[in-house]
């Protein structure tokens, strides 16, 4: 294996850092979840959710809309398919890593 | 779930660093390695694999014993046991939140 082919240096940062990791793994199996639900659901701060949303987003790994339920504001964060191709390349990759260790 | 009971709150960030995990896993089916051995297997400079050797031995989780063989300085790496049991609690909640991607 070539040194920039070493499972480690191929780990996506953008997807290991933890917080963005639960977020993907929270979108994963719904796709798309309204802001406040994704706080609630990860308990994070606001500000704390945005800042990574936003990496992820430059990252093109979520989309996030903003529009109205009735009058209240909502934000719906989407995981895209390119976040989903790279979260199952990011899974196949740690798995086996995690495998060496069994 | 309390806030510090959240799955990603949880990840031992001593183990999760992308270097570290490397070096944890090499280290996983064969408890010592040389210094030298691990710097090839995983193709890392001198610095960088003790700095992050460092963090490890911070942690309780390898010890790093120098010696020589013949004239040879020579430095092993063994992981501890509780760097095992970290390692073991690291693998297990990781595969919790990846297999909610699943």
Known sequence: MK????AHTLIDETIHQRTRLAIMSTLAPVES???NDLK????????????H???????GYVTIAKGFRGRKPRTTVTMSAKG???????VDLLQSILDKTR
Chains 1, 2 share one sequence.
Do not use: P, V
């Open 53 to 59: 949303l936003s990496a992820l987003e430059r990252a």
């Open 33 to 35: 979840l309204d802001f």
């Open 3 to 6: 040194k920039d082919e070493q």
């Open 84 to 90: 989903r191709q790279a979260l199952k390349a990011y």
């Open 40 to 51: 609630a659901a990860l308990d994070l701060s606001d500000g704390n959710l945005s800042t």
